[in-house]
Structure formats: C-alpha cells, structure tokens
C-alpha cells in the first residue's frame, strides 16, 4: 500500500548521529526536541493516584473536571475564555496534527497551506487525507484555490518565529472570507511572553468560528512521554471531531487524563520550565554566534535557527564532528536549505559540553 508519504526525515541523519555518538565527550543531541527534565511530581502522583485503578474504558472527550482544568488554564496563562464542552483531549498533539484534515472530511480537491518552513507533519496530514497542499506565508500569493484548512505555527517550528497579532487576524479574516478552517498549532505558546493563541479576542473578534487551536502537555509539562494534548475552538468543529474520534476510539488512557488535569491545574511548574527552556536558549544562542553562525527569529518556543551560510548538511556534518547533533532546515521545506535547527532540549551539563565545543568551531 503506498500513501505517497516522504520518507522519515530523522531516518537521514543516522550516518551523522553515529559520528556524534562517537565523540570522546559523547553526543549532545540538539536535533529532536524531547524534553529531558523529570515529569514534575505533581504529575506523576496524579498518574499513579486513583484513575490508574479503574479498569474501565476512558472516555473519548474526558471527565468535566479535565476539561475545566483546561478551560481554566487558558483563562489564566493566554487570556481565552472557552467553554469547557468545547475541549477535547487528545492523544498528544501529533497525532491530531497528522489526522486533523482527514477527521475534518479533507480528500481530493481540497488545498491546506502550510508554512514555508512547517513541521513535516501537517504536509503528511494532507497526503493521508488525499488533498493538495501548498507552502505559502502570504495568503495574497494564494490566488484562486479552493482552500480548506490553513495551518499557522506561533511560537514557529523550526524558526521560534512570533507572529504579530495583526498577523494572524489577517489569516482568520481571509479564511472566514473562503469558508476555510484556520488549525492553530499553539504547542510551543507556553514557551512564550508575547504570542498569542488564535483564540485571543484580539485574533479573533470575539468568535470561535472556523478556528481550532492545537496544545500539547509536552514542552510546557514535560509529558511527551505520557502524549498529553487537546484541541478546543469552534464547538461545532470540536462537536464534529468528538462524534468521529468516539467512533474511532481515538482515546486518552484515564490515568494520563488525570496527569492532563494536574497540569493544567498547576502554573507553577510550567513557569519554572519555561525560565530553563529560556535560560538554555540564551547560552546557545551566544556559543552559535560567538562561532559565527547567524541566528534568525527564535524569539521563543525550543529552537534557534541557524545559519553558516552554508548548505544545511554541511552545517549538520560540521556539528556531528564536534559531538553535537542538530537538524538540517531542508527537514522543514526548501527554504530552509541553509539553516539548521538547533533545539534547547538538553540537560544543563549537555548544553554546556556543546557551548564549549562550539569555542573551537
């Protein structure tokens, strides 16, 4: 069975991640952003308290007190006022990324524009569903499509691009104008002072209508492990989402559903991992520059985006002699053909083996 789907980016840099590996100081591996600090504690006692003794099945849209727990954490950390019917858990965030215009009724004929530089996962989301997809920025370069969904990215992966508020207003005024739905990928909004979700009155008039906004526990809890996320917005959109993921027993294990609560429900540890996140950030981007790469946007979110000037996997390779393992940008479309990507998602002792390595660069 063939789905005209890429090949796996990360497959490419196994001849680059063995040279890394083989440094005598060992690898410090920039180039996924997993996260690499302890799940706070708060999250794992909620893990393990008494939804992991309940052998029943979960429910698809989870037990009010989730969904109020995150109905008030946007509330509290972004300024948007959902109603909690209108949240839905999700088995993390990739997944929904990857089935969104599939689940949303997507097929032949249909156009989703992505970024210039995206997250390869929404141009898989539309070869799985059938439709076309198109990398555009700039909805005035879009001419006469037939556009289904647009997908924006702020905090930006890969760049930590920010988008302007009057930005993204602009996107969800066109959209509305075509009947388009605009899918938020919001999953780095935490790692931010100044973005802003699609949700916030600002952006959005006041109306959810043909918006959905994308979050992921991951970063802002360290629970990629645990695939924490939700998707909320426009309740019929959500209505529609909840009525097929049922069908498909698109489910959050219960246990990690009370871990989602927890979090929500605590700011304090999302405050903390952000400020380290930042605090890495800061140390990179000095050692990058101090050997003479250019940093562009990577205002916020997990990543700096760097450049030599140089074809990205030549960078890539430079790096790997020196122990350090990074993304080529081409991972993220053509115009990122000499950047890499450089994520701030290690430990505090790896970051500093890579600051002092970059000194010899």
Same mark, same amino acid.
């Given at each position: 069975m063939k789905l005209g789907l890429p090949d796996f980016p990360w497959d490419s840099l196994a001849d680059d991640n063995a040279i890394a590996v083989a440094h005598p100081g060992g690898i410090v591996d920039l180039s996924v952003g997993t996260p690499v600090d302890p799940v706070p504690s708060v999250l794992r006692d909620a893990l393990a308290g008494p939804a992991a003794d309940v052998a029943g099945y979960p429910t698809t849209h989870g037990p009010d007190a989730l969904r109020e727990a995150i109905a008030g954490s946007l509330e509290r950390r972004f300024g948007v006022t959902v109603d909690p019917v209108a949240v839905l858990p999700t088995i993390g965030s990739k997944e929904l990324v990857a089935w969104l215009p599939t689940l949303l009724g997507l097929g032949a004929g249909d156009t989703v524009v992505i970024p210039e530089l995206a997250y390869p996962t929404y141009e898989v989301g539309a070869r799985l569903a059938g439709a076309e997809f198109v990398r555009s920025d700039s909805t005035a370069a879009l001419g006469p499509r037939r556009v289904a969904l647009v997908w924006i990215n702020s905090p930006s992966n890969p760049t930590g691009r920010v988008l302007p508020r009057e930005h993204l207003r602009k996107v969800v005024d066109w959209a509305r104008e075509r009947g388009a739905v605009v899918a938020s990928d919001e999953c780095y909004l935490s790692l931010s002072d100044g973005a802003a979700s699609v949700l916030h009155p600002d952006v959005c008039g006041g109306s959810f209508e043909g918006l959905l906004a994308v979050q992921s526990m991951s970063k802002s809890s360290s629970l990629a492990g645990y695939r924490a996320g939700f998707v909320t917005g426009d309740p019929a959109l959500v209505a529609d989402l909840l009525e097929v993921r049922k069908?498909?027993? &698109? &489910? !959050?294990?219960? *246990?990690v559903q009370a871990a989602m609560q927890a979090a929500a429900s605590d700011d304090a540890h999302v405050a903390a991992q952000a400020a380290i996140y930042? /605090? %890495? %950030?800061?140390?990179? /981007? !000095?050692a990058l520059e101090a050997a003479g790469m250019r940093i562009d946007h990577s205002e916020a979110g997990l990543?700096?985006?760097?450049?030599?000037?140089? *074809?990205? %996997?030549?960078? !890539? %390779?430079?790096?790997a002699l020196l122990g350090i393992l990074v993304a080529p940008g081409e991972f993220y479309g053509p115009a990122g053909e000499q950047h890499v990507r450089v994520a701030v998602t290690a430990t505090d002792e790896r970051i500093g083996a890579a600051v002092e390595r970059l000194a010899g660069l």
């Open positions: 069908h498909a027993g &698109m &489910m !959050v294990p219960r *246990p930042a /605090r %890495r %950030r800061a140390q990179l /981007r !000095v990543y700096l985006w760097a450049t030599a000037g140089e *074809p990205s %996997r030549t960078t !890539v %390779r430079r790096l």
